[in-house]
DNA sequence: CGATCGTTTGACGGTGCTCAATCACCGTGG
DNA sequence: CCACGGTGATTGAGCACCGTCAAACGATCG
């Protein structure tokens, strides 16, 4: 049971080392259901009394140690309870192009149900730990929780809306508008676990961050400089602080190369990204939920 | 029932002569359930009888017409059933920002679950048929119907798959390599749907393409043209035939800017790319899985 | 046939990629 | 204690690619 199949250390010469580690390793003493369903983000409260203490499994992973690797056979889910992760696929040349970023709430290896491989890894930024959901208990843990049902269906919901996030990261011409829509999504990802969405911590490396905005990594380096003169932001490595969120939300909006924006309309601007950064809707009268219910 | 309330069509000048068109119109005969559960391509054979003849509504949308528009409430669920569409997010400065292009068998109006509004809007590029899953029903359906549920889960799972493919896309530095990577994307739902892979008609404009790829209109031309001048591909409007396929594949590869490939990495290059735009892997079973079983 | 939209091509200027050097930070070993 | 190599971050120089503007062409539809 200590060695987890399928899910050891990224395959590194020090690959034995980390093993001796225990990269990867369950906790001793289980979560229970109930809170699995609030780390999805779903309302303990709908869940039964019995169900409630279900048993689910935890595991600890160490930072830089892949909990899924590419191409490997789907035996689980994951729901990420803490720390943070990032979604690789290794091209041919050896580029790592980053994915995705994932932070706590979030489903892990649920892609892979699809084709029944893993479409990419997942390694761990910092230390994190997951739950496991094994896909053999999956319909049935379901079926006899229809909270837990519910959670998992608003989950792989936000998934699909943080990859168009994603999606309009990239799309952006100019790289400091990129850099600056990053920013704002990261800081939209703090406010929502409670913490300052001013100040940031970023746990990955400047060439992860390039990876995914699809530019070179001394473009970042310059890109933070450049918000930094502007005044936006204040980096220190990767500690970044947010000085002018209205700002910041101003030149995330342009689509274009010209860099001066017209302050007129930038007013609205910002409201209509943190809409798209902002899962949780101005306002998030879900009438048909409650109708379910 | 005629009139569907936030699905009507886009917000133009001629909204009302659209709507008189009857844009989007229920069509008289519904599918059934078991239909449906193909459609999304589950295995109808485990559908249950009495299940499996259970009516699904059946919408024809036309083309230009938006399905779903952007901050609306969610509703309703929809399977592509024929057709494509486009998802896109209006940003403030008035430019569309193209979040994917669906295909037949895509889930449409799931991501609205998260926030209980629409995060984005669904345009047809043709004329379109699509499955109605009211959310009300939803759940229930889902429980009534093991096929069903099992099904929904899957196209969800590909749905991320797919849309981690379109991170890949635009990821790449050079326009040229984007455009190739989203033809040999589009190339692989041809062959997904049984058609030719070689032969794609482009349902959408070139800047709807820009777009998606995060790069300028103009630039997408070029790039047409440079593939066709290398001989890759032949370009007339938006009737694309792909000539070499493997060298597209090889293209696509390129993660740096340098144009110039190395021939001889070339053909395992080649065999990573299908991987990536193809869900079912060909056999790169790691020895870490097999440890597992 | 004219109007509108989509596509292509050209010219030019600027952004960002490449290559390269420097510095900071860290754990290791002398 | 400090040299040492390794990694990551920053900055600079040069040039190619691509965004912008502009014009011409083609397609579609009334």
Redesign the pocket.
């Given at each position: 049971m200590t060695n987890i199949p399928c899910c050891t250390t990224h395959a590194t010469s020090q690959e034995a080392w980390r093993l001796r580690r225990n990269d990867i390793a369950p906790l001793p003493e289980p979560v229970t259901l109930g809170e699995l369903v609030q780390t999805l983000g779903g309302d303990i409260r709908e869940v039964r009394k019995p169900a409630e203490a279900a048993p689910v499994s935890l595991w600890r992973i160490r930072q830089g140690a892949t909990l899924l690797h590419e191409g490997c056979a789907a035996q689980s889910v994951f729901v990420l309870r803490s720390g943070s992760m990032k979604r690789i696929r290794t091209l041919e040349d050896g580029y790592e192009q980053v994915l995705s970023f994932a932070q706590p709430g979030e489903l892990l290896g649920f892609d892979a149900l699809h084709s029944g491989r893993q479409p990419a890894a997942v390694v761990a930024l910092e230390d994190s730990t997951v739950c496991v959901l094994p896909l053999n208990d999956h319909l049935l843990a379901r079926h006899d929780c229809l909270a837990l049902d519910r959670a998992l269906q608003v989950a792989l919901s936000r998934q699909l809306v943080r990859t168009a996030g994603t999606t309009e990261m990239m799309a952006a011409?100019?790289?400091?508008?990129?850099l600056a829509r990053f920013l704002l999504w990261m800081s939209q990802r703090m406010d929502e676990a409670g913490r300052s969405p001013r100040r940031l911590f970023?746990r990955?490396?400047?060439?992860?961050?390039?990876s995914l905005l699809?530019?070179?990594?001394?473009?970042?380096?310059?890109?933070?400089?450049?918000l930094?003169e502007l005044g936006l932001v204040k980096?220190?490595?990767?500690e970044v602080e947010i000085l002018d969120l209205d700002g910041l939300h101003r030149r995330a909006l342009n689509?274009?190369?010209?860099?001066d924006e017209a302050p007129g309309a930038a007013q609205k601007a910002a409201s209509d990204w943190s809409a798209a950064l902002q899962p949780d809707w101005f306002a998030p009268v879900r009438q048909v939920a409650a109708a379910a219910a």
């Open positions: 011409l100019a790289s400091d508008v990129r970023l990955m490396c400047r060439r992860d961050i390039a699809g530019v070179a990594h001394e473009t970042v380096s310059r890109s933070f400089t450049l930094a980096v220190e490595n990767r689509t274009r190369r010209a860099g």
